[in-house]
């Protein structure tokens, strides 16, 4: 089901801090249980609201907003939040004129609720609001309505008549999965398009061809769909959403023109894919965007600092102290998450926002300047804290956080409880931000040697710098270009050709420029430094002789959400998984618990791919 994948994507998101994030992970969350004696037959549900329900059946009266105590990614697995889910005895609800939302998971396991009349006062559905009402057969979502929410009709089997009104611009993800109504419009088409929405596309093989009129690729619109080698994507298109293209066959893909947004883990773990033209109006790329492509190998290749359009997407593969060019206005969300190889990190002045979870468990960055015009820092984008696999101990992290007075560092620092160290008054920038960052550098290189300082990652000429920034992806451009034939697809990419040729030559030239034998002087300075910390990241534990099942760190015998949520606790420093519990969860064998290995349980649970026993 896609509530419980959904649900498994919340925990999943909650490591990059992206939407909704847990506080701690309470006992209560999971339980599922209510037995007939505990349904009431009336109450309140909103300020100026009332329901009564009387012969099977349930009647909401009053004015205003909906409010039944659950709020969006609160109950994961749909617990007796809502007076009325899983309660058999609602055949019909009536909400009365005045009404004006509908709130999360309300309805949610109605297993024999029929039909529901929702006035045009309602502008609002919550995510699954009707989750699971496998007795509903037809809705009619009045006008006004803007969002439909992620699972909305998830699970309403025997759904298969939807009045979509035109006001309708976002459609959240798995909202129509497991209907009718899904079902018959794969059968019409198999590309599913709701007021320009691509929906769904997962039943497409080939080389697939996406229709004028669509301007937003949705979740998931082909996650995992395996059948597809090939993409054509509109002039029209403005977004395209989390999860769009994960884990297809495409090897290449040019983004149009007007594209803004790259939502999160949308080509992620699509490994053939080596070609990726990304225009300039691309403002804004999710964590993990591109994660497991043969694209981002290349850009890692040429340069560890992977930047596109003045935005750090990933440098996971940066060793030492590194400085970031100058051109890069954005570090995105998770781009440097778990590197241990980072000892050191210097910002240019003109960096404007760290995205959310950015450097978190770099557990070897123990000293960082944050510039003055940074007005904006993710959550956890440092790490607070390092799970010990010795100990078993949750460590505080030493870092130092130095900014000027007022800024976001000192607020984010304050915040978190990180030490904090003032650069004074941002009218001096220049000058001080330089000399105490000088001194700051040289305080925390006494665990380093300070030769490394400038590797091969932070040692780069201006050109190379525009390069990394990959505005316009030259490889991809001038290898996609000479593939295609007379298509559309063609005309795009050879648009751009003339401008690849220069970038190629450019990469040539800086990639010369790059002093190899710093990387290798580099790396083995710093082992002295990296070995204090081998065996905190080591999370190897010896033979105990039990036994477990991969992707069940709770050992109930079940892979399920709970198990996700036990995982991303452990990560996000809540609580630790020890022992088997740790290999369990641990699915990919690395020794390490990462997002990847939820990414993994989630697509067990989902279907999408089996774990490995």
Not at 303 to 318: E, L, Y
Request: net charge negative; aromatic share 6%.
């Amino acid at each position: 089901m896609v509530k419980k994948i959904s649900a498994a994507l919340t925990a999943f998101v909650m490591v990059f801090g992206i939407g909704a994030t847990f506080g701690v992970v309470q006992e209560d969350v999971f339980t599922i249980s209510a037995s007939a004696e505990e349904y009431q037959t009336s109450g309140e549900c909103g300020e100026n609201l009332t329901w009564k329900l009387d012969k099977g059946t349930l009647t909401i009266s009053g004015t205003g907003d909906m409010d039944i105590g659950i709020g969006t990614g609160h109950d994961i697995m749909g617990s007796a939040g809502s007076p009325w889910s899983y309660n058999p005895d609602i055949k019909k609800v009536v909400i009365e004129d005045g009404v004006t939302s509908i709130a999360s998971e309300a309805f949610d396991s109605c297993s024999n609720l029929e039909a529901i009349t929702i006035p045009d006062s309602v502008t609002s559905i919550g995510d699954y609001a009707f989750c699971d009402c496998s007795s509903l057969k037809k809705i009619t979502i009045p006008d006004g309505v803007t969002l439909i929410e992620p699972g909305t009709f998830d699970g309403c089997t025997n759904l298969a008549e939807i009045t979509i009104p035109d006001s309708v611009t976002r459609i959240g993800m798995g909202a129509f999965s497991d209907t009718k109504w899904l079902e018959n419009k794969q059968n019409e088409d198999p590309l599913v398009i709701v007021n320009g929405i691509l929906i769904d596309g997962t039943k497409c093989e080939g080389v697939v061809k996406i229709p004028d009129g669509v301007t937003i690729i949705g979740y998931l619109a082909f996650g995992d769909c395996k059948g597809i080698t090939d993409v054509t994507l509109p002039d029209g298109v403005t977004a395209i959403e989390k999860y769009a293209f994960c884990g297809t066959n495409i090897t290449e893909i040019n983004i149009p023109d007007g594209v803004t947004s790259l939502g999160q883990s949308v080509f992620q773990k699509c490994e053939s894919l080596e070609y990726i033209t990304i225009p300039d109006s691309v403002t804004s790329i999710g964590s993990v965007a591109f994660d497991g492509t043969k694209w981002l190998e290349k850009k890692q290749a040429e340069d560890p600092i992977v930047v596109v359009n003045d935005m750090v997407v990933d440098g996971h593969k940066c060793k030492g102290e590194v400085e970031i060019p100058d051109s890069v206005k954005v570090i995105c969300d998770s781009a440097f998450s778990g590197n241990y190889n980072l000892m050191g990190i210097e910002f240019p002045d003109g960096l404007t926002t760290i995205g959310d979870y950015a450097f978190y468990g770099c557990r070897s960055l123990m000293d960082i300047t944050i510039p003055c015009n940074v007005t904006s820092i993710g959550t956890n984008a440092f790490s607070y804290s390092f799970y010990d696999s010795e100990t078993g101990d949750i460590e505080k992290n030493p870092m130092v956080i130095r900014g000027y007075e007022g800024s976001a560092a000192e607020k984010f620092a304050k915040d978190n409880n990180f030490k904090y160290r003032s650069l004074g008054k941002p009218n001096n920038s220049d000058t001080s931000s330089k000399a105490e960052d000088s001194s700051s550098k040289k305080e925390s290189s006494s665990k380093k040697d300070s030769s490394s300082k400038k590797d091969s990652s932070s040692k780069k000429d201006s050109s190379s710098k525009k390069d990394s920034s990959s505005k316009k992806d030259s490889s991809s451009k001038k290898d996609s270009s000479s593939k295609k034939d007379s298509s559309s697809k063609k005309d795009s990419s050879s648009k751009k050709d003339s401008s690849s040729k220069k970038d190629s030559s450019s990469k040539k030239d800086s990639s010369s420029k790059k002093d190899s034998s710093s990387k290798k002087d580099s790396s083995s300075k710093k082992v002295s430094t990296s070995s204090k910390t081998d065996s905190k990241t080591d999370n190897s534990s010896k033979p105990d002789g039990k036994k477990y099942i991969n992707g069940d760190p709770n050992g109930d015998g079940k892979i399920n959400v709970t198990d996700i949520a036990l995982a991303a606790s452990h990560i996000k420093g809540i609580k630790a998984l020890t022992g088997d519990g740790f290999k369990a969860a641990d699915v990919n064998g690395d020794n390490e618990l990462t997002v990847t290995d939820i990414a993994m349980i989630a697509s067990h649970i989902k279907g999408i791919k089996a774990l490995n026993k």
